[in-house]
């Protein structure tokens, strides 16, 4: 397969676990072009297995992401905040592209609810098996592919998604539709 192939069918799914596993959308986008970016200045080293292909930009992209949180470390973003005294009538007392602006009704809306609660129950699962549940389900990844970048067993990793998801099905219990 060309490069643009390999990136035609990873970069969605990368993506998709990029953003499921934290990264702001517009950070993922730079995040997956700069692993394709690295995959395309080594095409020339790559082996034409579609497995290998894809743990390798997922590897990139997990290093890369580190990287960036390290540096991001060193600096300190400091949101605006208004003080409710000194707002107009009507204007958010915190910036508009926060999850906490809600719509005027005064509910969240719905997409911006579960948003947050996935990323609640998300951030409650322990890291070991957050990463095995979003490579396997929302990187599409294949058990064995799980299981080669990330080191352990085939067996550990079913075993890590299983219970990845009873976790998440016992936090988000109450969203369950019952007939």
């Not at 070991?128 to 299981?147: D, K, P």
């Not at 067993?153 to 007939?179: G, I, P, Q, Y």
Request: aromatic content about 6%; some cysteine; overall charge neutral.
């Amino acid at each position: 397969m060309t490069i643009e192939e390999h990136y035609n069918a990873i970069a969605p799914k990368l993506t998709n676990w990029l953003v499921a596993t934290g990264s702001p959308y517009h950070e993922a986008c730079d995040l997956v072009q700069n692993t394709f970016l690295k995959v395309w200045k080594m095409k020339e080293d790559l082996r034409d297995n579609d497995a290998a292909v894809s743990g390798l930009v997922f590897t990139i992209a997990r290093n890369l992401r580190k990287n960036l949180a390290r540096d991001n470390a060193r600096l300190t973003f400091v949101p605006e905040i208004r003080d409710p005294d000194d707002s107009e009538p009507g204007e958010p007392s915190v910036p508009s592209d926060s999850l906490a602006v809600q719509p005027s009704g005064g509910m969240p809306s719905d997409m911006a609810y579960l948003r947050r609660r996935l990323t609640e129950a998300f951030s409650k699962l322990p890291p070991i098996l957050r990463e095995a549940y979003t490579l396997f389900q929302i990187g599409e990844l294949s058990v064995r592919e799980v299981a080669a970048q990330t080191g352990v067993s085939e067996n550990l990793v079913k075993v890590r998604v299983h219970r990845a998801k009873e976790k998440l099905k016992e936090l988000l219990a109450d969203l369950r539709v019952t007939f």
